[in-house]
């Protein structure tokens, strides 16, 4: 991380010169945060409650990750706050042992997911395949739109709307999705999600419209974040309590942000530090462990309204979380009356927003284990709300399907050179999945005293080639025949050299060969 520092100085430096200048749309980056921050509030809200958690470590974890990810992110224009993915793998651990331990399994997530930003591991999100991320988006635009049905409940006493109130929600809600459809045709003057959360907040303010409200969800007022170490006792049967719950979060954690620097990287065309982004999660989650937030990773949906609303710097992230903390502090009367039917039909446009409708389009065109793996993820998301199992199997099973279909794709062509000799001329990787097929192409039995092996289309991959081959030279031997490898990749020779000892070869050098070599 402190490597990182003159480049975070750097990136701050061009962002003030950039304001000095007027080089960027200060007004879109100001308002874009203030209508992230007015969505993240009640899901915040939400989110704590559900946990059983006081409503203010929502707020408190809003603000925290919000300023933290803003300045030291790898990734201009994403949010993060007191996402529920996180929250949802912690209440078995609070309602256990309380939320001191919450609060010391938040920071040791934090300590693990700056570990993997300074090993440099974030760059291994790069292997979720795009099956993997369609299912993953699909299926949380479903989770975020389902959030905001369940808010058609009344909050005194769970049951659904009925008659007249639900009426009068549908029709705020139908009102606010009506004014973020059609404004951006008429002006992109005023973000269309803040100017529909506005205009429904004055209709009922003026008007007296009785209407479920953010007040009904919990209070919002509250002073700073003091600073507290966690209450819990520093000793090893801690530590066996607390660290599985902080690795899942810390996976669960890591897994949504990466894949949401990586949606904002397609939706703005720029790259973001995937590396950095972990280390900046990790430090937000530790500030949030010893401030008393509930922790937290990137918010998709925030980050999609932000993008959405034309922010493309820090500015507008670090707008989101100030303007968070100073409703926490003085604004809380004015936000405790925003109708949820207003938030709500954002929060749906959100979702409709985030789900791939180019898989569907394209679904015909998919191989049938791409559509599957699609699925799966996305009902995995959905059923168990939890992203980084559904992201883990689809990886898994992708990674399967595409060793199987390479190890189908390994052939021998067989023929006898003008010294007698058999070739076995082979085409397509040798590694775990194809040593059984392999094995199959040998005529043990019939070949003459010298074989040739040539891997001219072909490499050796893993531990498993090598075993492989150790079996073929082996029984070829105790025939008394001799085998020869020819035409092996530098890095296939090297990998042979490694395993001096456990197998010993004939390799034919062919000076002439560089089709392979690295």
């Known amino acids: 991380m402190v490597q990182d520092l003159p480049v975070y100085i750097c990136e701050m430096a061009a962002l003030f010169q950039k304001f000095i200048w007027k080089e960027i749309n200060i007004k879109n980056e100001l308002l874009a945060g203030f209508t992230v921050s007015m969505t993240m509030i009640p899901e915040s809200l939400s989110f704590a409650i559900l946990a059983g958690l006081p409503p203010l470590t929502g707020l408190?974890?809003?603000?925290?990750?919000?300023?933290?990810?803003?300045?030291?992110?790898?990734?201009?224009?994403?949010?993060?706050?007191?996402?529920?993915?996180?929250?949802?793998?912690?209440?078995?651990?609070?309602?256990?042992?309380?939320?001191?331990?919450?609060?010391?399994?938040?920071?040791?997530?934090?300590?693990?997911?700056?570990?993997?930003?300074?090993?440099?591991?974030?760059?291994?999100?790069?292997?979720?395949?795009?099956?993997?991320?369609?299912?993953?988006?699909?299926?949380?635009?479903?989770?975020?739109?389902?959030?905001?049905?369940?808010?058609?409940?009344?909050?005194?006493t769970g049951e659904w709307m009925s008659g007249i109130s639900l009426v009068t929600m549908a029709g705020l809600c139908s009102l606010t999705i009506l004014i973020v459809l059609l404004l951006p045709k008429m002006t992109k003057a005023v973000p269309a999600s803040l100017a529909a959360i506005v205009v429904v907040s004055l209709l009922v303010y003026f008007f007296g419209i009785d209407t479920k409200k953010v007040l009904d969800i919990a209070a919002v007022g509250g002073g700073l974040p003091r600073l507290q170490v966690p209450a819990i006792p520093f000793e090893w049967n801690t530590l066996q309590i607390v660290f599985p719950y902080a690795l899942v979060m810390a996976s669960v954690g890591l897994i949504e942000s990466l894949l949401t620097l990586n949606m904002v990287d397609e939706l703005?065309?720029?790259?973001?530090?995937?590396?950095?982004?972990?280390?900046?999660?990790?430090?937000?989650?530790?500030?949030?462990?010893?401030?008393?937030?509930?922790?937290?990773?990137?918010?998709?949906?925030?980050?999609?309204?932000?993008?959405?609303?034309?922010?493309?710097?820090?500015?507008?992230?670090?707008?989101?979380?100030l303007s968070i903390l100073l409703v926490v502090l003085a604004g809380s009367p004015v936000i405790e009356q925003i109708p949820m039917a207003a938030l709500l039909g954002v929060m749906m446009m959100v979702?409709?927003?985030?789900?791939?409708?180019?898989s569907i389009r394209i679904i015909r065109k998919m191989p049938k284990s791409d559509?599957?793996?699609?699925?799966?993820?996305?009902?995995?998301?959905?059923?168990?709300?939890?992203?980084?199992?559904?992201?883990?199997?689809?990886?898994?099973?992708?990674?399967?399907?595409?060793?199987?279909?390479?190890?189908k794709r390994i052939r021998a062509r067989k023929l006898t050179d003008a010294e007698g000799n058999k070739v076995y001329a082979f085409y397509g990787p040798l590694f775990f999945g194809a040593t059984a097929a392999f094995m199959e192409k040998f005529d043990f039995q019939s070949d003459p005293q010298k074989i040739i092996i040539d891997f001219k289309e072909s490499r050796i991959v893993d531990?498993?080639?090598?075993?492989?081959?150790?079996?073929?030279?082996?029984?070829?031997?105790?025939?008394?025949?001799?085998?020869?490898?020819?035409?092996?990749?530098?890095?296939?020779?090297?990998?042979?050299?490694?395993?001096?000892?456990?197998?010993?070869?004939?390799?034919?050098?062919?000076?002439?060969?560089?089709?392979?070599?690295?």
């Open 60 to 156: 408190y974890a809003a603000f925290l990750m919000g300023i933290v990810t803003a300045i030291l992110g790898g990734r201009p224009g994403m949010v993060s706050g007191g996402a529920g993915a996180t929250v949802v793998v912690l209440i078995a651990l609070i309602q256990s042992h309380g939320i001191q331990y919450l609060f010391a399994a938040v920071a040791l997530a934090g300590i693990l997911q700056i570990l993997v930003g300074i090993f440099r591991f974030g760059k291994f999100v790069r292997l979720i395949p795009q099956p993997v991320m369609y299912g993953f988006l699909n299926g949380l635009a479903v989770i975020i739109f389902m959030a905001q049905v369940d808010q058609f409940r009344v909050s005194a």
């Open 268 to 321: 703005t065309q720029t790259k973001g530090n995937t590396n950095r982004e972990a280390i900046a999660q990790g430090a937000a989650n530790i500030t949030n462990g010893f401030f008393g937030g509930m922790g937290g990773c990137a918010m998709v949906a925030q980050t999609l309204v932000n993008i959405g609303a034309g922010a493309r710097t820090r500015l507008s992230s670090i707008v989101a979380a």
């Open 351 to 358: 979702a409709i927003g985030t789900f791939q409708w180019a």
């Open 371 to 407: 559509i599957f793996v699609g699925i799966l993820v996305a009902l995995i998301t959905i059923v168990l709300h939890n992203l980084a199992l559904a992201v883990l199997i689809g990886v898994v099973i992708a990674a399967l399907v595409f060793a199987w279909d390479n190890a």
């Open 463 to 518: 531990m498993s080639a090598i075993e492989i081959l150790k079996k073929v030279v082996g029984r070829y031997r105790d025939m008394g025949k001799t085998v020869v490898l020819r035409h092996l990749s530098a890095d296939c020779i090297r990998l042979l050299d490694n395993a001096s000892g456990f197998i010993e070869i004939n390799i034919e050098e062919d000076p002439g060969y560089r089709v392979m070599s690295p």
